[in-house]
């Protein structure tokens, strides 16, 4: 409806220029926005505002022009009126509410598909954690994210790439390496050290008992032993990280490893490439990047005195060559702590011409774990932190997932295991679930009384005209520029806020009919009973949709 809208407006600026009623001027960025009191209409705008400056003109007589040139006002608008200083308010007809619900019933699973973003190949990586360890609750709230957002995106007609980039060269790997020797050697000799800053739990311990079940570590010298317990440790971690992701509804296009980079020589030859440019120097026995040329605090070290590359090399490796993929853009998500190191890798990529939009990066605030009141702190098996294998194994899937997606993703989040494994209202997902199974309980009771949305709605819905039914309607409607928006903002959360409100919505429309008999979705009367199942049809599809792109399953039974 927006959409149309727009369109109408647009057609209507260029005939004020071609009637010679406004100089030719660019058409002003205006918004479409839904008034907070349908009283007002059903859509404003501030089109004639915005034009007021450049034409000198006041925003009233240009709403006047605009309206007078503005086609289809008998059709579409029930009223339109100028308000306010430059605004235009549009009361849309009830026979259009009834047409936009027959569209969405005919369209079902495919209402808010698009092409909004053909032609763009995005690249979306997230999660990314070193694989020395179990995943935590920042990792999950990281995996929601990314992948409601690849859901999000593919839905709007994207190309999108889902990748994990896997930590796996440098000191950690070694670290894990030394942790797990350590421990297989305290079998025999508990006052055998354990590396200063090694991984703690008791996972590391469960991974020195199954290598030493695999290799002969006493038949090893200790640094052969060390390195092979790190390259196993790696690959059991790595194959945990895989299930868990895999459990918790998320999957990877492509699992990318840092230590590949040095292994085929790409960082050597991007950074010969940057040094024939002159954007590499040799100083104090270091190599650096001239950085701070292109937005840096100060030039960085890539490669150390000892001939080691800094971890900053193989990051400029891996954009460059992320870069190289042709990708429209690409899309990081990182905990809050990388914030000061988006700048410095948007100044590397710049040193190669690559522009810094190219790299946009998503920050995934704290996440604090409540029970009984209380913050839970440590995880037996992780030592340090709860993991999200044991909080999917406390509350499930779909509370997780829509948990995380409940804030924006730069705002700390409080997760409260209470409040999510309730099965009453004060449950969020719950909520909105619920409403999907109480429309399923609507066609279950109607089937047994012989009654069915009909194929053809079209000469039906005009029954619909109490006001919460068009409410409905209407905030249905919003729903595919919704998730257009949420392509361009990344912020998925919103996909939350939406459904909660139209499970409200529906809840309050049903709870009228225990009121009201009248107002029941299945009544006496035949056809008014059959438009209602459309509605509710619709209302059914839409929060099946929203799940299912948040990676929520929509129970037709609660």
């Known amino acids: 409806m927006k959409e149309a809208l727009r369109a109408m407006l647009n057609q209507a600026f260029e005939r004020c220029i071609e009637s010679g009623e406004f100089n030719r001027i660019p058409l002003p960025d205006y918004v479409i926005e839904v008034p907070g009191n349908s009283h007002y209409g059903h859509f404003a705008t501030n089109l004639p505002f915005l034009m007021a400056s450049s034409l000198r003109r006041r925003p009233g007589d240009l709403a006047s022009v605009i309206l007078k040139n503005l086609g289809g006002l008998e059709d579409m608008f029930e009223k339109v009126e100028v308000a306010g200083p430059g605004f235009i308010n549009f009361t849309i007809r009830g026979s259009e509410w009834h047409r936009l619900l027959g569209r969405i019933v005919a369209e079902g699973k495919d209402y808010g598909r698009s092409l909004a973003g053909a032609g763009r190949r995005i690249l979306v990586e997230f999660v990314s954690a070193n694989p020395t360890g179990p995943l935590h609750l920042g990792h999950g709230r990281g995996a929601a994210l990314g992948d409601t957002l690849c859901r999000i995106l593919s839905f709007t007609g994207h190309e999108v790439v889902r990748e994990f980039y896997i930590n796996d060269a440098g000191v950690q790997v070694r670290l894990l390496g030394e942790s797990i020797y350590s421990r297989w050697r305290q079998r025999g000799d508990r006052d055998y050290p354990f590396p200063e800053n090694g991984y703690h739990g008791d996972y590391v311990t469960d991974l020195a008992e199954q290598i030493a079940d695999q290799l002969s570590l006493e038949t090893m010298e200790p640094d052969e032993a060390v390195r092979r317990c790190a390259l196993l440790g790696r690959e059991k971690m790595l194959e945990e990280i895989k299930r868990d992701m895999g459990s918790f509804r998320v999957a990877f296009d492509v699992w990318a490893s840092e230590s590949d980079l040095y292994a085929c020589g790409l960082i050597e030859k991007i950074l010969e490439s940057l040094r024939a440019k002159g954007q590499i120097y040799e100083e104090e026995g270091a190599t650096w990047i001239r950085s701070s040329l292109y ?216 709870n009228q009919g225990t009121k009201d008999p009248e107002k029941r979705i299945v009544g006496g009367e035949k056809t008014l009973s059959q438009a209602r199942l459309c509605l509710a049809q619709g209302v059914r599809q839409v929060l099946f949709t929203g799940l299912d792109l948040l990676g929520i399953q929509a129970p037709e039974k609660m």
């Open 295 to 510: 937005g840096d605090d100060k030039d960085r070290v890539i490669k150390k005195t000892d001939g080691e590359y800094t971890y900053f090399a193989s990051d400029i490796a891996y954009h460059f060559e992320k870069f190289k993929r042709g990708f429209s853009k690409a899309v990081n998500i990182w905990g809050a702590d990388h914030h000061g190191y988006i700048q410095r890798i948007k100044a590397a990529l710049k040193t190669d011409g690559i522009d810094e939009n190219w790299l946009e990066v998503l920050l995934i605030q704290l996440v604090r774990l409540f029970k009984g009141g209380e913050e839970v702190k440590m995880s037996k098996r992780a030592g340090l932190y709860v993991t999200l294998k044991e909080l999917v194994e406390e509350v499930g899937v779909d509370a997780a997932r829509f948990v995380f997606l409940s804030k924006n993703h730069d705002s700390p989040l409080d997760f409260d295991v209470d409040l999510v494994k309730r099965q009453d209202s004060d449950n969020p997902v719950y909520y909105v679930q619920y409403a999907h199974a109480r429309i399923c309980s609507v066609f279950r009771k109607a089937a047994s009384e012989g009654l069915s949305a009909p194929p053809n709605p079209a000469e039906l819905l005009e029954r619909l005209v109490l006001e919460e039914e068009l409410t409905l309607i209407r905030f249905m409607s919003q729903f595919p520029e919704l998730l257009v928006d949420i392509s361009k903002a990344m912020e998925p959360h919103r996909l939350t806020y939406y459904l909660t409100e139209l499970a409200s919505l529906f809840h309050k429309y049903f």
